[in-house]
């Protein structure tokens, strides 16, 4: 993932494809020309993206596959450098293309609004994928100043980079920690490295949506949610409508639904095998390596589970205690997602295996040894001095609290209170992000997809 | 319409403002009367707080090496050691201007140079120990020759330096409030061994297998460096001190991993004779001694003890 300045070219090159794709798309009656544009416009969209992000993942498998049945691939390894944002807004101008093909959406005429749609700077390189029924009508509007948008987009932002640098960033110290030496880890120490990650990638993708989401708010543009507390749910099913919604939903309505449609005389079969395809493009779409992978198929299977063991599951929900059967389906999934998320952090299988195989394992000699003596009488826990490990973790709970009890709530918390206890928090916020934030230049993790 | 919904929004941010400054004037008292370690150094040169017959100026290798209370149990004399770790002389190129200008009492500024001294450096050393001073002209003008972009960010951007300092800043804030609220309101020199940091490490066992399997490697020279150093004690000769360079010893197997190191030395010798004395023990008989050093070029206190005894000896001569 990298900003090169030419880069910006290949952006001109799939807008100038999409736009007259789009006008083409309207102006014909021809089924058969219609899909032959769409397909015109798909290719360039998935070949300029199969270029830059999977042309060296492939070329290494077929060196790998080479090497086993003794022949040699000579096609060249070639230093490319994937363009910042790209999964995402190839993603969003195919859904411009799909919705004018399928008649949902009108073609853009207008040039600049089309380009506008497509490198909108909020949402240009992590999302929210947007859909053009959201976002072309709101070009065309006329704006003005608005303060309600003004103070709620300001909100949000703040919000949002309290997340990211407060929390995300300093969970990414022991993250990094602990996973850049992997092996001296083990026990207790990984696990909480692990729930670290999960709450790390949360506040930071989330707070990375939020920041988006309010600086369009400012200049009085609406996009959508794109979570909506993911760690309140029950079953993945609900976590994959709460995490990431505007991928999700990205998948759900072009690749999902039509692969069920299309295979429905499977029955059931046609389900699963849809999910497992969406998941596995999901985890492809994600990174370019074989872990990415692994961590679609394992949401794939779960869901899949979930698919088959609906009606049992919602009959054992009747005769056991709500709060019971609640308190261990999130457990459960919180569990699942931890697993999941270790896949998606590390590069090397055998170290996921390692990490599972001490970070579940409470009955292995020294599990609950999480104190760690780097030989010069520093104690630490997850690099953290031992005052500093206590506040963050109860930080942590602090924001998983607060996000669990909010789960239902549409509004923010502190909307609810007086103007001065409001502004209170406000700006404890700020000081918070001045005085505490983490500032050494981390980028947020979904710019590298 | 705007002006009065906006209102609310412009009381709010003056409210904030008036909270940030209030915080921002408060760490900056705080941190200013902190005067352990080297923050206390800093602050002990730029409130004109200690002007000794003898200062001494230079990096790591100096803030170890020169034994001050030795020093100042032979000779006599005052001697303060503002030698700060990690420290660039285009860095503590500031230290020494504000240092030349306030002092009346001081008679002779000893640079402690290392062969990294001429080398170029384009990253500023803990920059949380300068932040309250960043409106001095000296300290600008030295951060910003080596980092123009941050120093510009941290002096003119409202509050920025805080995205740059971490939790040990707010630490020296705390004791720097304690020390200014104490009973005793510790506003002199309490540090015994006047600026020295006396290491008590030996020779650490794995120097030698790092060495054996570390490249040799040049450190550069440069010229503007070179400049900037003879600028340094023609400045400080203007104001009537004597400027003493001396070059420490330098471990002879960190000596041989140095390709340029006589060409350093003879450029440390060039410079040397622009001041008013030179004396250059690099390579003297405690640079083949392990005992005396935890590392290639950093003494340890026997080392300094030894290394002190060996330039009082060497500089009674000129003391008077």
Not at chain 1, 341 to 370: E, L
């Amino acid at each position: 993932m990298f900003f090169k300045p030419e880069y910006i070219l290949i952006l001109l090159f799939t807008i100038v494809v999409d736009y007259y794709a789009g006008i083409l798309l309207e102006s014909t009656g021809n089924p058969s020309q219609k899909k032959w544009y769409l397909v015109m416009s798909l290719v360039a969209n998935i070949g300029v993206l199969a270029f830059f992000k999977y042309y060296n993942f492939i070329n290494d498998n077929i060196t790998g596959i080479g090497r086993l049945f003794g022949f040699t691939n000579h096609i060249p390894y070639l230093k490319i450098i994937l363009p910042i944002g790209l999964s995402f807004h190839t993603f969003q101008a195919m859904s411009y293309t799909i919705e004018v093909y399928r008649g949902n959406q009108k073609a853009e005429r207008h040039f600049g609004i089309y380009a506008l749609y497509v490198m909108f700077y909020p949402q240009l390189v992590a999302g929210p994928i947007e859909r053009p029924q959201n976002m072309l009508h709101q070009f065309h509007e006329k704006k003005q100043f608005d303060y309600t948008n003004l103070i709620s987009g300001l909100r949000l932002m703040l919000w949002g980079l309290f997340k990211k640098v407060v929390i995300a960033d300093r969970l990414a110290l022991a993250v990094d920690t602990v996973y850049g030496d992997i092996h001296t880890y083990h026990g207790l120490t990984v696990l909480l490295a692990a729930i670290f990650y999960a709450f790390q990638i949360y506040c930071d993708f989330s707070g990375y949506s939020d920041i988006a989401l309010g600086s369009a708010r400012v200049m009085g543009f609406k996009l959508m949610r794109n979570f909506n507390h993911p760690f309140a749910s029950k079953t993945i099913t609900e976590f994959w409508r709460r995490w990431h919604i505007s991928l999700s939903t990205w998948l759900s309505d072009y690749l999902y639904t039509p692969i069920v449609i299309a295979k429905r005389d499977w029955g059931k079969f046609a389900v699963i095998f849809s999910i497992m395809i969406t998941f596995m493009i999901s985890g492809l779409w994600h990174g370019a390596a074989w872990n990415f992978v692994l961590w679609g198929v394992l949401h794939g299977i779960v869901m899949s589970f979930e698919f088959i063991t609906k009606k049992r599951r919602n009959q054992l929900a009747k005769v056991t205690p709500g709060w019971l059967y609640s308190g261990l389906a999130r457990l459960f999934t919180l569990a699942f997602l931890l697993i999941s998320w270790i896949f998606f952090r590390n590069g090397s299988i055998p170290d996921c295996i390692y990490i599972i195989k001490t970070a579940f394992n409470p009955f292995a000699h020294g599990y609950f040894n999480i104190i760690h003596d780097d030989m010069h009488n520093n104690f630490t826990v997850l690099g953290f001095p031992r005052w500093k490990f206590a506040l963050v973790l109860s930080g942590v709970g602090c924001f998983a609290l607060l996000d669990y009890l909010l789960r239902n709530k549409s509004h923010f918390l502190l909307l609810q209170m007086n103007r001065s206890i409001r502004w209170a928090g406000y700006i404890i916020l700020i000081m918070s992000i001045l005085f505490l934030g983490i500032f050494q230049s981390n980028q947020f993790i979904y710019f590298q997809f | 319409m705007i002006f009065s919904q906006l209102k609310s929004l412009i009381f709010f941010l003056l409210i904030l403002l008036v909270i940030l400054m209030a915080v921002d004037t408060s760490s900056n008292f705080g941190v200013k009367h902190d005067f352990q370690n080297d923050l206390g150094k800093v602050n002990l040169v730029m409130g004109h707080r200690v002007d000794p017959d003898i200062m001494i100026f230079g990096s790591s290798n100096s803030e170890v090496g020169f034994d001050v209370p030795l020093l100042r149990r032979l000779s006599g004399k005052s001697v303060y050691n503002a030698a700060l770790d990690g420290t660039h002389f285009l860095q503590m190129g500031c230290l020494v201007s504000e240092f030349s200008d306030y002092s009346s009492q001081n008679k002779y500024v000893i640079l402690g140079l290392s062969p990294f001294s001429l080398g170029p450096m384009k990253k500023v050393n803990r920059i949380d120990q300068f932040l309250a001073y960043i409106d001095n002209p000296y300290v600008y003008k030295s951060l910003s020759s080596m980092d123009p972009n941050l120093t510009n960010r941290c002096r003119f951007i409202p509050f920025y330096k805080y995205t740059e300092v971490n939790s040990d800043y707010y630490k020296q804030v705390m004791i720097g409030w304690k020390s200014y609220l104490g009973s005793a309101r510790q506003k002199e020199i309490s540090d015994t061994n006047y600026g020295f940091t006396p290491n008590f490490q030996q020779w650490q066992k794995d120097q030698d297998a790092v060495n054996a399997a570390s490249d040799r490697f040049p450190i550069p020279i440069d010229s503007s460096v070179c400049r900037y150093l003879q600028g340094l004690i023609t400045t400080l000769q203007a104001k009537g001190k004597k400027v003493i360079l001396i070059y420490p010893p330098v471990q002879k197997d960190g000596q041989a991993l140095i390709t340029n190191f006589d060409a350093i030395g003879q450029a440390i010798k060039d410079l040397g004779a622009r001041a008013d004395y030179y004396f250059d023990f690099s390579n003297c008989s405690i640079s083949a001694k392990k005992e005396f050093f935890y590392n290639d070029s950093h003494l340890n206190a026997r080392g300094a003890k030894e290394f002190s005894l060996m330039l009082f000896n060497q500089m009674k001569g000129v003391l008077n």
